[in-house]
């Protein structure tokens, strides 16, 4: 038998007011996502629940392998921003933007590296 909890208007309008208060970091949930060895990531982050009128949002985010990104919203709706970080290898360690809202990992996609790759392996040529 399932368990549902049904919040309040008190306890909704209390969390409304407390996410409108301080800029979003990524849910726990989504941490830790990553491609396996030999792969990049491609990651695309909404952070959605902004207030309308917002200016353009920044989103910073750190994996493991010591990637980072810093990236301005590509795509900019009433209440919702969307982010682009690609080509990011090792495990996805933090991600928060500038502003309010509720920043979610919409998805990544994971692309093999090719064998010789410089970008990748300063041995290699081309």
Same mark, same amino acid.
């Given at each position: 038998?399932?368990?549902?909890?049904?919040?309040?208007? #008190? %306890?909704?309008? %209390?969390?409304?007011?407390?996410?409108?208060?301080?800029?979003?970091?990524?849910?726990?949930?989504?941490?830790? /996502? /990553?491609?396996?060895?030999? *792969?990049?990531?491609?990651?695309? *982050?909404?952070?959605?629940?902004?207030?309308?009128?917002?200016?353009?949002?920044?989103?910073?985010? /750190?994996?493991? /392998? !010591?990637?980072?990104?810093?990236? +301005?919203?590509?795509?900019? #709706?009433?209440?919702?921003?969307? *982010?682009?970080?690609?080509?990011?290898? !090792?495990? #996805?360690?933090?991600?928060?933007?500038?502003?309010? !809202?509720?920043?979610?990992?919409? +998805?990544?996609?994971?692309?093999?590296?090719?064998?010789? +790759?410089?970008?990748?392996?300063?041995?290699?040529? #081309?």
């Amino acid at each position: 038998m399932k368990k549902r909890y049904w919040v309040g208007p #008190l %306890a909704a309008m %209390a969390v409304a007011t407390v996410g409108s208060v301080s800029a979003a970091d990524l849910h726990t949930p989504h941490l830790g /996502s /990553s491609c396996p060895a030999g *792969f990049v990531g491609n990651y695309h *982050f909404v952070n959605n629940q902004i207030p309308e009128g917002s200016p353009v949002g920044t989103l910073w985010a /750190s994996w493991n /392998s !010591g990637n980072t990104c810093q990236v +301005d919203s590509y795509k900019v #709706l009433l209440h919702t921003q969307h *982010f682009r970080c690609t080509e990011m290898q !090792g495990v #996805l360690t933090s991600a928060y933007t500038n502003l309010p !809202g509720k920043l979610v990992l919409s +998805d990544y996609t994971c692309t093999r590296i090719k064998k010789c +790759d410089p970008k990748y392996d300063p041995k290699c040529e #081309l």
